[in-house]
């Protein structure tokens, strides 16, 4: 997946993104990370072809997002937003199920492929013993992998996850991380996703864009680019940087 020159601005006065160039691995987790209001959700809404840019361009498989038919992109990335309702009473199972909306034509019913791709992704996230219970039974943690199983039902090479911790306790959050990091190391899923969390784009990413005021501040490797320089330039926040045995590479707030 490439950037190309991607300039976006919601009410065509304020722009947001300027001018972003760059690219999203394939294989890999990426996490973009800065400052609230830099711009990231809107460069994942950009990336999930949510949002059309004022100027450039993203292309997946040689292709413009803009160009794909809605179901011909569904088939390709799958997206899990920050905010998601459904009614309290339907079933786990039958949430997952409508991630297989894409393969579907209209009064079609449901295909051996579907009833595979579901039980695959209700075992992939671990909620088969939850499969007939009403989603409003559920604890924020498990939903929240519910969501993920829909989306996981649709069978993209490419994954996105708006804050996908947010208003999770830290059990849940680092629970949904592992799921991430395993279904990108299991199944060779691209995951591109969004924390505010610096430790924890530390630890489950292989590549972090970290922005601000719009634009790619710095992009790499999280012990290339993590650095006290780098967090106060983006953040105004001096940190130290610190090396665990057990813990790996984290940082420290020193003071604002």
Not at 211 to 220: R, S, V
């Amino acid at each position: 997946m490439d950037i190309k020159d991607v300039t976006f601005s919601y009410d065509k006065k304020s722009t947001i993104l300027h001018g972003i160039d760059s690219s999203i691995e394939t294989g890999k987790v990426t996490t973009i990370i800065g400052p609230n209001g830099c711009g990231k959700s809107t460069l994942l809404g950009v990336l999930s072809n949510h949002y059309n840019p004022q100027s450039g361009e993203v292309v997946l498989d040689g292709k413009a997002l803009t160009d794909f038919k809605p179901k011909e992109l569904a088939k390709r990335l799958a997206v899990v937003h920050q905010q998601n309702n459904a009614p309290s009473d339907m079933t786990v199972e039958k949430l997952t199920a409508y991630g297989r909306i894409p393969y579907k034509s209209l009064f079609s019913s449901s295909t051996k492929e579907d009833e595979e791709a579901v039980e695959w992704a209700l075992a992939s996230t671990n909620l088969l013993d939850k499969r007939k219970s009403p989603i409003d039974q559920l604890s924020g943690g498990q939903l929240q992998r519910v969501w993920i199983a829909m989306a996981l039902t649709q069978q993209t090479p490419y994954l996105f996850l708006d804050e996908p911790t947010t208003y999770l306790d830290i059990y849940y959050q680092y629970e949904l991380l592992d799921l991430v990091r395993s279904l990108n190391k299991q199944h060779g899923i691209s995951i591109v996703m969004v924390l505010h969390d610096i430790n924890q784009a530390i630890r489950y990413s292989d590549t972090i864009i970290a922005m601000k005021d719009g634009k790619i501040a710095a992009k790499g490797a999280p012990d290339d680019i993590i650095t006290a320089e780098s967090i106060k330039a983006i953040y105004g926040v001096d940190v130290i940087v610190k090396h665990d045995e057990q813990a790996g590479m984290y940082i420290v707030p020193v003071g604002i």
